[in-house]
């Protein structure tokens, strides 16, 4: 369905995520070409006239714009503004680092403070507790955002202008109440971000739960084939997204290209398909594993020993592809991997194939080894995204390989 088509009836979501921004070529491609160009051409004076009085939209360069970035940035905003009731607005990035750097920037600024939970991404850890403050940008950490003590810690610190979270955590699979969270956050005059890679917005929507903004690291299941490194901000403020945390990608020089969002956007037209296969396929593995003699402990929020079950159940459309487990030790954390064959172990997440990573020596390998025991990421630790491979194919490799431990 081309922009310039009216319709009168609200689609559905696996629908938007097909038809979303798609602006079909004046060639009559069916579907949208590539934009390799770093620079546009304006007709005439009069036409940049134009465009500089802001009569008209136009691109002007890539590092400011580009059709595929846009048809990208469209379709997401559709996506994780879904069921909302007024606009949502979304920039695109060349790397989910990208956005979370361009999400807590917008926000804070020297001088401020930012409240995290106890368990991030190692890479997002390392921002916020090394690189922001040669910034003038300081942290604190709240377990779980547990209310009462987030209640205390703003309480405590008025200069807080961001609660940053990511829900389920990266890689314990921790679920934080976001609109609980919210609730607090805003009562203080701080704004809410939440990494939503794990989920998507085929599975959670959190501005619908009242956080401000949600970045995703696209290189994962939104993109879904492993080909492109990518990151999103997406919020309810335009102007936040126009002249704020948005704009840092121009500044910040951390602009895609146009392939990497032609492939995202690809990738992303399948997203509401791909993840009910990838939750399918999870809940087999999960319940599988949680019963295994050689696993200790199965982290999956849709199990309902799960510490924060009835919170995912609540705020979560399924429980995702994310899975860890405990094996009780380094060496047999090592025994179960070196005893795959169909997986692949490779770091990142939310390929169509099943990805395995040992989070103390590869994704959180920089944190000091008293935090991240500290936080539940000990030597035995296993983080698992599940793949679309038959599920009794990912049973017979997982069983092969836990027979070894």
Not at 12 to 17: F, I, L
Request: aromatic content about 6%.
């Amino acid at each position: 369905m081309a922009d310039n088509k009216e319709r009168d009836w609200n689609l559905k979501m696996s629908t938007e995520a097909i038809h979303a921004g798609e602006m079909h070529d004046p060639s009559g491609a069916h579907i949208d070409p590539v934009h390799m160009t770093s620079t546009y051409v304006f007709e005439d004076v009069d036409a940049i006239g134009s465009w500089a009085r802001g009569e008209n939209e136009a691109h002007v360069y890539s590092r400011v714009g580009n059709p595929n970035r846009k048809a990208l940035s469209t379709k997401l905003a559709a996506l994780e503004g879904f069921g909302l009731d007024s606009p949502v607005s979304a920039e695109i990035f060349a790397s989910g680092m990208g956005a979370v750097t361009a999400s807590i920037m917008g926000f804070a600024g020297s001088g401020d403070h930012i409240v995290t939970q106890s368990v991030l991404y190692g890479t997002t850890n390392h921002l916020v507790r090394e690189v922001l403050p040669n910034y003038g940008i300081s942290s604190s950490r709240v377990p779980l955002m547990e209310p009462g003590m987030l209640e205390d810690e703003l309480s405590a610190k008025p200069n807080a202008k961001v609660v940053y979270i990511e829900t389920p955590a990266n890689p314990t699979m921790a679920v934080i109440d976001i609109q609980a969270t919210a609730d607090i956050a805003h009562a203080h005059g701080a704004r809410v971000v939440v990494d939503n890679t794990f989920a998507t917005p085929i599975l959670q929507r959190p501005l619908s739960l009242g956080a401000d903004a949600v970045i995703h690291s696209t290189t994962k299941f939104i993109n879904g084939h492993g080909t492109v490194i990518g990151g999103a901000l997406v919020s309810r403020d335009s102007d936040f997204i126009e002249n704020g945390g948005g704009a840092l990608v121009r500044y910040m020089g951390a602009v895609p290209s146009a392939l990497d969002c032609w492939l995202t956007g690809i990738g992303l037209k399948t997203l509401p398909l791909r993840m009910r296969e990838h939750c399918s396929n999870a809940r087999v593995l999960a319940e599988y594993l949680d019963t295994h003699p050689k696993v200790v402990e199965t982290y999956w929020p849709g199990l309902a020993g799960h510490p924060q079950h009835e919170v995912a159940a609540r705020q979560m459309d399924d429980f995702g592809a994310m899975l860890s487990i405990e094996l009780g030790g380094y060496d047999s954390a090592c025994r179960f991997m070196d005893g795959l064959e169909m997986a692949s172990l490779a770091v990142s997440l939310g390929n169509v194939d099943t990805l395995v990573q040992h989070p103390a020596s590869m994704t959180h390998r920089l944190w000091p080894p008293e935090d991240r025991l500290a936080v539940g990421i000990t030597d035995g630790l296993v983080r698992i995204s599940v793949g679309l491979e038959d599920p009794a194919d990912i049973l017979v490799d997982f069983e092969r390989a836990l027979s070894g431990v």
